[in-house]
């Protein structure tokens, strides 16, 4: 999985952001495969991240043989300050913290 990046961050008018986290998939196996990147959110009360992370979005990625692709996954989140962090499950050192 490659560094992600911040693709976009919409407003919406409920107060939400919509975050679009993108990356590079590379399939480096003898098979064709499938990964599936999770997208999760903390929100941040004071200066401490909340003790827990919620799934928000994630995207399902046919890889072919030795190929790469990137992947975009949308992550509704809160307004106000968040952290997302993105990986292929919700076990924290899997995961990889996206800067907003």
């Known amino acids: 999985?490659?560094?992600p990046t911040v693709g976009s961050i919409d407003?919406?008018?409920?107060?939400t952001r919509n975050v679009t986290v993108s990356l590079s998939l590379t399939n480096t196996g003898s098979?064709?495969?499938?990964e599936v990147v999770q997208a999760h959110a903390a929100e941040i009360l004071?200066?401490?991240p909340a003790a827990w992370r919620t799934l928000r979005?994630?995207?399902r990625s046919e890889i072919g043989t030795g190929e790469s692709a990137v992947v975009d996954?949308?992550?509704?989140v809160q307004a106000g300050t968040t952290e997302v962090w993105v990986g292929p499950?919700?076990?924290p050192p899997a995961l990889v913290r996206v800067p907003l």
């Open 31 to 34: 098979r064709a495969g499938v």
């Open 1 to 3: 999985m490659g560094e």
């Open 89 to 91: 499950s919700a076990d």
């Open 11 to 15: 407003e919406g008018p409920d107060g």
């Open 73 to 76: 996954v949308k992550v509704a």
């Open 46 to 48: 004071g200066s401490h």
């Open 57 to 59: 979005g994630f995207t």
